[in-house]
């Protein structure tokens, strides 16, 4: 188990760990040398196709038996990848199993462009307590800032924050802020 796994599994012991399909089929991709060689390149597809996320768990399972007993059964390769997919079962399909959990990482990777920016444009911390306090006013400011620019599907944001959006209905909005709830949260409790 890498050392990034072992200290979420320390700090954050309830938590499901998700792979990325992105990085774990550019891993494949690279590792069949896809992009310079025929050989793998059907069963590379194939696999692709299994794990689309319109497909139920039951539908999944039943594509990556077919890819094994067509592709596996013949040669070690692709047995090995089908062996660790088995093995990678629920980091791979961790969001499936949660419920309303989305299935790209997009609203994490906005976030990292908007921090990446914003970092730029500062010179460095005194310290790492100097840096810690702007983190958390940063995340509270990103939290509590309306939506101005989404687009469909989500074209419906616009004007709320993402924080009155993961508020459950009764939960109290957090006083520590300072702030008022926007004039369109949900209903909570105060």
Sequence with gaps: MSALKLALRRIYPKAKIQLCHNHYFENLR????????????????ELKEAFHTKHHPKKREAKLAHITYKYALKDETPLGIMADIINRDDELFAYKKIKNCPSTNNIIESYNSHLSGRLKTIKGFDSYASADRWLNAWMIRRRT??????????????????????????????????????????EMKR
């Design 30 to 45: 690279q590792y069949l040398l896809i992009r310079t060689e025929e050989k793998y390149r059907h069963f590379f597809y």
């Design 145 to 186: 800032k309306n939506f101005t620019d989404c687009q469909k599907p989500f074209k419906h944001l616009n004007g709320k924050c993402s924080l009155s959006q993961t508020l459950k209905k009764d939960q109290k909005w957090p006083s520590i802020l300072g702030i008022e709830p926007p004039k369109n949260a949900p």
